[in-house]
């Protein structure tokens, strides 16, 4: 007989992974945490026009950066950069090092390349 899950048990289950990262470019490491639902669908807004549809202007510009800051965590799970100013200035630190932590972050938030090339209109 199949048991199912209640929805004070599903609310209460702590269900976000995380993944410490050693990025040498920045001399330690980072955690990275995976995107709650609604913390994604409010990231890919960011590159998807009003209709749902089109792609904005800038296309993928600063992908990179506001994944890394939207995943980039301190050991109490908090997110880092908040600020449009922070996230543009991480988005001027090294490429390689900014690709280490979107990796990751992609993996542990099931974001493929195919959603990826669907954000940039392919």
Not at 98 to 109: F, G, H, I, K, P
């Given at each position: ?24 470019e ?17 990231f890919?807004?960011h ?11 800038e ?64």
């Amino acid at each position: 007989m199949t048991t199912y899950l209640s929805a004070e048990q599903i609310l209460g289950t702590d269900d976000l992974g995380y993944e410490d990262v050693e990025v040498p470019e920045w001399g330690g490491t980072v955690r990275v945490r995976e995107m709650p639902g609604t913390e994604r669908d409010k990231f890919e807004s960011h590159f998807v026009g009003k209709d749902g549809a089109s792609v904005r202007a800038e296309g993928l510009e600063g992908f990179r950066a506001r994944l890394a800051a939207a995943t980039i965590v301190d050991a109490d799970g908090k997110q880092m950069f908040r600020s449009v100013a922070e996230v543009k200035r991480l988005g001027e630190k090294s490429a390689k090092a900014l690709q280490r932590v979107c990796d990751v972050a992609m993996r542990l938030s099931k974001m493929s390349d195919e959603d990826v090339k669907e954000l940039a209109g392919n």
